[in-house]
């Protein structure tokens, strides 16, 4: 079963730019499966931020955006501000073997 | 609207069962899958299986195969997770999720399971 890869901390000022990348191989990201993004407040469950890499849900902010290419995908967050504070996950289907989905391995997002 | 609401906390030894329940309402139930994930203290999420309320049909992590058993109570709109030869590694923070085509939109408030002798 794959795991999906990502940096494991990014800080920034509020109001800054940050992004997260998210690498898988040719068996879930680069095989056509969509990504899905997911902020986790600690001690909170996780939250959809981003789903079919670039959608989101109703109620999430603008400055949240998703890309993917090849065998990678990008979490862009714009205008940092203090309560984007959390970790955030992406997630993808795995389509070796009977399939399953992955998780990436998790970042820390601190605003400085 | 949606809800999506665990069981409680569990103590279980070393060897025991567990099963977690995850009673869902506002929706169709059978018209969106459930997936289980778990999370270790301090650890990330490790997905551990995806079943389709409508037939049945199921699709588990590789190494908990044969240790994990994923069912659903239509009548109730109620989902189960049963992880059977607990270890100490088992213990985690256990979510279901309401899949709605490939990601999970509405999540349980997780339930602690604590393996301890």
């Known amino acids: 079963q794959s795991v999906l890869t990502q940096p494991p901390s990014v800080s920034g000022a509020p109001g800054q730019r940050v992004t997260i990348s998210c690498t898988g191989s040719?068996?879930?990201?680069?095989?056509?499966?969509?990504v899905h993004w997911y902020q986790q407040v600690p001690g909170r469950a996780p939250k959809v931020l981003i789903y079919g890499n670039s959608n989101r849900p109703s109620g999430v902010p603008d400055r949240f955006s998703g890309s993917k290419s090849g065998t990678s995908a990008s979490l862009a967050i714009t205008g940092l501000q203090a309560e984007d504070e959390a970790d955030y996950y992406c997630?993808?289907?795995?389509?070796?073997?009977?399939?399953?989905?992955?998780f990436g391995t998790g970042t820390k997002v601190t605003v400085l | 609207q949606v809800q999506v609401v665990q069981s409680g906390a569990e103590v279980k030894k070393p060897g025991a069962s567990v099963k977690v329940s995850c009673k869902t309402s506002g929706y169709t139930f059978t018209t969106y899958g459930v997936s289980w994930v778990r999370q270790a203290p301090g650890q990330g999420l490790e997905w551990m299986g995806w079943i389709s309320t409508h037939t049945g049909k199921t699709k588990y992590a590789e190494k908990l195969q044969g240790r994990v058993t994923l069912t659903t109570d239509t009548a109730t709109s109620t989902g189960y997770m049963e992880l059977r030869s607990l270890r100490s590694d088992d213990t985690a923070m256990y979510y279901c999720?309401?899949?709605?085509?490939?990601?999970?939109?509405?999540w349980g408030q997780g339930t602690l399971v604590t393996v301890s002798s």
């Open positions: 040719s068996s879930d990201i680069g095989a056509g499966n969509d």
């Open positions: 999720a309401r899949e709605a085509g490939w990601y999970n939109d509405y």
């Open positions: 997630q993808s289907y795995d389509s070796s073997l009977s399939g399953s989905y992955v």
